[in-house]
């Protein structure tokens, strides 16, 4: 089993900067890609931003230049650091993973709890 644990939502005023951090623990042999997604009430996820292990990062138009994904294989971690927030911004962050077990080998997807990121002023 593998469990993500996401940490860094609150809330912030229009124009500032959260960092949120993604770390995955368990049987893990691999991370392929891990990334972003996020909900705001009575709308579908989306996703926000998304790394690979070579590096190749993906971002939703609504954030380009403002949101950037980096990844610490080390630590088997992954961060949004989060600039000029908006209130669209506002929604529940979710952590997403794609790891190798370490087990079978097998891919599989995981999901984190969601952390709430809110802007308001």
């Known amino acids: 089993q593998v469990q993500l644990v996401e940490s860094g939502g609150g809330l912030v005023q229009p124009g500032g900067s959260l960092r949120l951090s993604c770390a995955a623990s368990?049987?893990?042999?691999?991370?392929?890609?891990m990334g972003w997604y996020r909900q705001a009430p009575g709308k579908q996820r989306e996703l926000v931003a998304v790394?690979?292990?070579?590096?190749?990062?993906n971002y939703a138009d609504s954030v380009k230049g403002r949101f950037t994904i980096s990844r610490d294989n080390a630590k088997n971690t992954v961060y949004l650091q989060m600039n000029s927030l908006q209130p669209e911004d506002t929604a529940v962050y979710y952590c997403y993973a794609n790891v190798v077990s370490r087990t079978d080998r097998g891919r599989h997807a995981y999901w984190g709890q969601g952390t709430q990121v809110a802007v308001s002023s």
């Open positions: 790394i690979t292990d070579g590096y190749m990062i």
């Open positions: 368990g049987t893990i042999f691999r991370i392929n890609a």
